[in-house]
């Protein structure tokens, strides 16, 4: 009982107002940010971009480095964020295409998105950030 004299969270199970779990507050954080910091590899083949992520994953599952991650969208991307590792800086939602969009702010921050299709081509993004306001 000292434990709940301190202020400790005391719910241990399924109650209808469990929001103090660590899964809860990650979904909360991502959806509240206003701004996601990414990468992206740009491929206009679906078997280009399968195979770059096949690399990716078989190596380092969901989070690979970003300097790995840099260096396969120098060498394979066909965006002209390519010259920068596929660095696109701080975005907010309204400025990619709709799928683009979905999947960045869905991503946690250090991972790595499945494969998006929008209309420019076949996308990876891997996540480096997010906040809610850009200062």
């Known amino acids: 009982m000292e434990k709940n004299k301190k202020g400790k969270d005391n719910k241990k199970g399924g109650g209808k107002d469990n929001k103090n779990s660590k899964e809860d507050k990650g979904d909360d954080k991502l959806k509240t940010c206003n701004f996601v910091k990414a990468k ?61 969009a979905e999947a960045a702010f869905s991503t946690p921050p250090g991972q790595m998105s499945d494969i998006i299709k929008t209309v420019h081509g076949y996308h990876i993004i891997l996540v480096e950030d997010r906040k809610m306001n850009i200062k």
């Open 40 to 100: 992206h590899i740009l491929c206009e083949k679906l078997s280009q971009i399968e195979e770059i992520y096949k690399t990716l994953t078989d190596n380092y599952g969901k989070c690979p480095p970003p300097s790995e991650f840099s260096k396969l969208a120098s060498e394979h991307s066909t965006c002209s964020s390519k010259k920068r590792g596929g660095e696109l800086g701080y975005f907010n939602r309204t400025s990619m295409v709709g799928p683009f």
